[in-house]
């Protein structure tokens, strides 16, 4: 079964600090997937990671940056955490090809900042 | 622009009553185009696709969907629905043969099944 799991499922920061969210897939795809989910809004893309060490930004990349160190792990990172940036992360993982757009989920990491 | 519109926010359904959400899209050429399912607590999973062909395309769950161009529209229906069949749901589009990556969600559809 194949499976994307996602470090935390409820995170609370304080304004400012340093997030880390994980992601790890063991599907062995070559493409990772940082999203935000917001009511109304649906999913928008933060990053993309088509290959280890290579990344490329989505629709809303302002504020995060993102690391792939391995090609099982995908790392969304909050440099300084603000109030706006409360919301629902999900990470996804997909192969290539057509493959492309069968992205499986992780299911999520909600994440507040006070 | 391209867009995905998914016009009915929330919709409440009896178990056992026939169900479709509806999906529009704007591009200039037909994208690929998806449904997925988001059940509470969960990531979203892959119910089915169009990329060509027959434009009945069958996915997990019971469900299907069909493609008409000349609507636009790639609407998801099921015949009979189930409790755990509420959930989220959220079209998604793909270009063509584009320069980018990305898959567009829609905005979603809140799905309810009451007794």
């Known amino acids: 079964d194949v499976k994307v799991t996602q470090s935390s499922r409820y995170l609370v920061k304080r304004t400012g600090e340093k997030v880390f969210l994980e992601c790890v897939q063991d599907m062995d795809h070559e493409n990772m997937f940082w999203y935000r989910q917001d009511p109304g809004l649906g999913l928008r893309l933060i990053y993309f990671?088509?290959?280890?060490?290579?990344?490329e930004k989505g629709d809303i990349p302002e504020g995060y940056s993102v690391s792939r160190e391995k090609k099982e792990r995908f790392s969304l990172i909050l440099e300084s955490a603000s109030t706006n940036q409360t919301s629902m992360y999900l990470c996804?993982?997909?192969?290539?090809?057509?493959?492309?757009?069968?992205?499986?989920f992780g299911p999520g990491t909600r994440l507040t900042v006070t | 622009a391209q867009s995905v519109t998914q016009p009915d926010i929330h919709i409440t359904v009896s178990e056992g009553a026939s169900l479709e959400l509806r999906c529009n899209y704007s591009?200039?050429?037909?994208?690929?185009l998806f449904w997925y399912v988001q059940s509470p607590g969960q990531g979203l999973q892959l119910l089915l696709k169009y990329f060509s062909g027959d434009t009945l395309v069958q996915g997990i769950k019971g469900f299907e969907a069909e493609f008409k161009r000349s609507q636009s529209s790639f609407n998801l229906r099921k015949p009979s629905v189930h409790w755990s069949d509420a959930a989220e749901y959220f079209c998604a589009v793909a270009p063509r043969g584009g320069a980018t990556n990305k898959l567009i969600f829609g905005t979603g559809t809140l799905l309810a099944v009451q007794p």
């Open positions: 996804a993982s997909s192969s290539s090809g057509t493959g492309l757009w069968e992205q499986y």
């Open positions: 591009y200039g050429a037909t994208p690929y």
């Open positions: 990671s088509y290959d280890v060490k290579m990344k």
